[in-house]
T-cell receptor
């Protein structure tokens, strides 16, 4: 089945130790997103790639970076995790043909714990 | 500014009872609306969407939603809930500033009473 895959599902890191979260998709969608979701809150968009074009949200801290080496893969790098970065990180994709709208397809998420 | 409001933070209903989750939006033109469900520790799954046409939209798992332009609402309904429906429900709208983005409401947590 076509899907959005996130690895790992659970990640534990130490305060200040860089961490990378991975997302892959078999949907061949051109847009990929990273969201941060804290407990009992809505997902908060960090950034998205429209094809190869990177779009950062204005309030996303510099501590968060992303890479998209090809259509299928997207990575979230947290350079120096703080305790406040502990959250669920969700990857999503959409097919965004010009002049239309489509829903986003979400992966299962990576739960990040910062010690 | 564009927004989505879910006025109920937490709702508890008895198994077998009917359900209605409220969603109100602010949007200048015809909105493109979604309902997503999130089970604990999982990603979001699309229940249904409204882009145009019939204002009563059928979704998966027996859910439906009705778009009412006059009330700026897109409420989610189910005639008879099951224990497996316990989850967090998010209403969302496509952003008019960027069609690639959606704006989420704050969510409604649904608990099911046996």
């Amino acid at each position: 089945d076509a899907m959005v895959i996130q690895n790992p599902r659970y990640q534990v890191t130490q305060f200040g130790k860089p961490v990378t979260l991975s997302c892959s998709q078999t949907l061949n969608h051109n847009v990929m997103y990273w969201y941060q979701q804290k407990s009992s809150q809505a997902p908060k968009l960090l950034f998205h790639y429209y094809d190869k074009d990177f779009n950062n949200e204005a309030d996303t801290p510099d501590n968060f970076q992303s890479r998209r080496p090809n259509t299928s893969f997207c990575f979230l790098d947290i350079r120096s995790p703080g305790l406040g970065d502990a959250a669920m990180y969700l990857c999503a994709t959409t097919l965004d043909p010009e002049g239309s709208y489509n829903e986003q397809f979400f992966g299962p998420g990576t739960r990040l714990t910062v010690l | 500014a564009q927004s989505v409001t879910q006025p109920d933070i937490h709702i508890t209903v008895s198994e077998g009872a009917s359900l209605e989750l409220r969603c109100n939006y602010s949007y200048g033109a015809t909105p493109y609306l979604f309902w997503y469900v999130q089970s604990p520790g999982q990603g979001l799954q699309l229940l249904l969407k409204y882009f145009s046409g019939d204002t009563l939209v059928q979704g998966i798992k027996g859910f439906e939603a009705e778009f009412k332009r006059s009330q700026s609402s897109f409420n989610l309904r189910k005639p008879s809930v099951h224990w497996s429906d316990a989850a967090e429900y998010f209403c969302a709208v496509v952003s008019y500033s960027s069609a690639s983005k959606i704006i989420f409401g704050s969510g409604t947590r649904l608990s099911i009473r046996p």
